[in-house]
């Protein structure tokens, strides 16, 4: 059971204290951040809600379960919308309002927690079900990828909220879902094809997005600025 361990906990507990050390600002309160993990962590059940949901209704299209439509349907609109959406739930739902939601990139801390607690709580779940034969593959960071760029939008969100931009808000706020469902989408889907295009495809998108992402999240760091700042016209 040591394997539990050492790739269900151990991985999202060094991305979480990685993530949060780039906060150099401002730190958030570890308590806060515990709870967003811990909470991340039962996000799960509302997940397998709307997962159940949405393969019941997509079992009433009679569409064969093979067949690529199919599976796109199922992992980006009924798995990734589902995951994603319930851990934004407790990301930006916890937090929104809080007055230690003062500079951008605080948002990103927030659901990076909280995807990690989800990605914990999934990690030991497989392991459980299938044992050390996935252990490896449990290593991708897709859920803290993608909770990287919801934590982004959310902050960009806030920003344009506070400025009164309501329709840039709007559209940071639909960014904040539709990029991880994207992200998280492509990655399952082309998994699950189980074509020898698919897969190369997969490794490469895979290799590529957690490059991008953790450049982008140290850009994110290095550029974060308070909420209330109205970004310079000549940025």
């Not at 991305?15 to 811990?38: A, G, H, Q, S, T």
């Not at 490896?136 to 009164?164: E, F, Q």
């Not at 931009?165 to 994207?182: C, K, T, Y």
């Amino acid at each position: 059971m040591s394997y539990l361990l050492f790739f269900g906990l151990i991985p999202p507990i060094i991305l979480l204290i990685y993530i949060y050390k780039l906060d150099k600002i401002e730190k958030e309160p570890p308590r806060m951040i515990l709870r967003l993990f811990l909470y991340g962590i039962f996000s799960v059940l509302p997940a397998m809600f709307l997962e159940f949901v949405g393969m019941s209704i997509l079992g009433r299209l009679g569409l064969p379960e093979n067949s690529w439509l199919y599976l796109a349907i199922m992992y980006f609109g009924v798995v990734a919308f589902s995951e994603e959406l319930s851990k934004r739930m407790v990301g930006v739902g916890l937090t929104y309002k809080s007055e230690e939601f003062n500079y951008q990139f605080d948002s990103v801390v927030y659901c990076a927690a909280a995807a990690l607690g989800f990605a914990c709580m999934e990690n030991i779940s497989y392991l459980m079900v299938d044992g050390a034969a996935v252990a490896w593959g449990r290593l991708i960071p897709i859920h803290t990828i993608c909770g990287v760029y919801m934590g982004h939008y959310v902050g960009l969100a806030k920003s344009a909220h506070r400025r009164g931009q309501n329709g840039m808000r709007v559209f940071f706020n639909f960014l904040s879902v539709f990029i991880p469902v994207l992200i998280h989408g492509f990655y399952d889907f082309s998994l699950s094809t189980e074509n020898d295009d698919m897969l190369i495809l997969n490794m490469i998108f895979t290799i590529l997005i957690t490059f991008i992402a953790f450049v982008c999240l140290h850009i994110y760091a290095k550029k974060d600025r308070p909420i209330e700042e109205t970004p310079s016209k000549t940025a």
